[in-house]
């Protein structure tokens, strides 16, 4: 029984405390439930209990493989909502945390001290100008086969009405490693059959690796993934997540954009806590850059599908 991998109703609850308390859910008049408006102004109600278990029967195969991997924690993402209105949210508890000096680094283990860090009040995420002109936009592409002008991938639209990757509309409903600090080069673990992805490539490595066996069934983060999880350790333990100074940052591999400035770019976006500034940072890079990939990895979601 999948219960028996991960306790579904407890993870389900974890994830609903979360959206509650850090603002995501609005009350939808049209559907009389709790969820978001997508950047389409239509209504996305949250996914039940109910429709989550059966999310979980339906990819049953799927969990008993990837959850002695690593994947044990469930992340209910809003992938309709607008980013724009993510951020505020993810500064907003930021901030928060700020106020009452209860905002702390990531540790490594719960054995370590906590250690509080910095926030800038004026500017607790800051975002590059480019990237900030490209989201909730169709310049930015949805999960792309390859980093350049033939990606393939989706606007975010389809992407939140595609059952590959939300199984309930707007909603993506997936499996995610409880990891605070990615495995630096050479110290991965090979769990399941399936070497944990190490810092230090670059994302056209990545999605190569993606492309294999053993990481079936997983797709890289979404801006909208990082600042869920971004949200979510800050909710549960009071750390930041992704600090750079702990070769932590994280390439967020599901989008693309293109920037022309003269020439023209390839781009994937990342995000990171700034130690320096008290700051998130979000910006974005080349595909095939290996000058910053030494602090950088690439995260995964498991994210189920619709029956």
């Keep these: 029984m999948v219960n028996d991998l991960i306790p579904i109703e407890k993870e389900y609850a974890r994830c609903i405390t979360i959206l509650k308390h850090t603002g995501v859910l609005l009350s ?26 059966d ?74 100008d480019v990237l900030r002109q490209a989201i909730d936009s169709d ?31 707007g909603w993506s ?8 600090v990615m495995p630096q080069q050479g110290q991965g673990q090979t769990l399941g059959g399936r070497r944990q992805l190490e810092v230090g490539f670059s994302p056209r490595d990545y999605l190569r690796m993606l492309k294999t066996k053993a990481y079936e069934g997983e797709t890289g983060k979404t801006i909208e993934d ?35 400035d003269r020439v023209k770019s390839d781009l994937v976006p990342t995000g990171w806590w700034h130690r320096d500034y008290g700051r998130v940072r979000l910006d974005a890079h080349r595909p095939g850059n290996r000058i910053c990939t030494r602090s950088w990895g690439g995260p995964t979601v498991v994210r189920l599908v619709r029956p």
């Design 28 to 53: 939808l008049p049209g559907s009389e439930s709790n969820g978001v408006i997508g950047t389409d102004g239509r209504e996305y109600p949250l996914p039940t209990e109910e429709q989550v278990l």
């Design 55 to 128: 999310l979980f029967i339906h990819n049953r195969e799927l969990v008993e493989r990837k959850v002695p991997q690593g994947f044990d924690h469930l992340q209910i993402t809003p992938m309709a909502m607008p980013i724009s209105d993510l951020i505020d949210l993810l500064r907003a508890a930021i901030l928060s945390r700020a106020s009452y000096g209860d905002i702390y680094r990531t540790r490594h283990s719960s054995a370590e001290p906590p250690i509080p860090v910095r926030v800038d009040a004026i500017k607790a995420v800051w975002m590059w």
């Design 139 to 169: 310049e930015l592409v949805y999960f792309p086969q390859e980093y350049s002008g033939g990606h393939r991938g989706q606007t975010k639209v389809e992407a939140a009405n595609d059952g590959h990757i939300c199984a309930i509309p």
């Design 173 to 180: 409903v997936g499996l995610v490693e409880n990891m605070p």
């Design 226 to 260: 990082f600042v869920m999880g971004f949200l979510t350790r800050l909710e549960m333990t009071n750390e930041v997540s992704n600090d750079r100074y702990d070769n932590n940052s994280s390439w967020l591999l599901g989008q693309y954009a293109e920037y022309v």
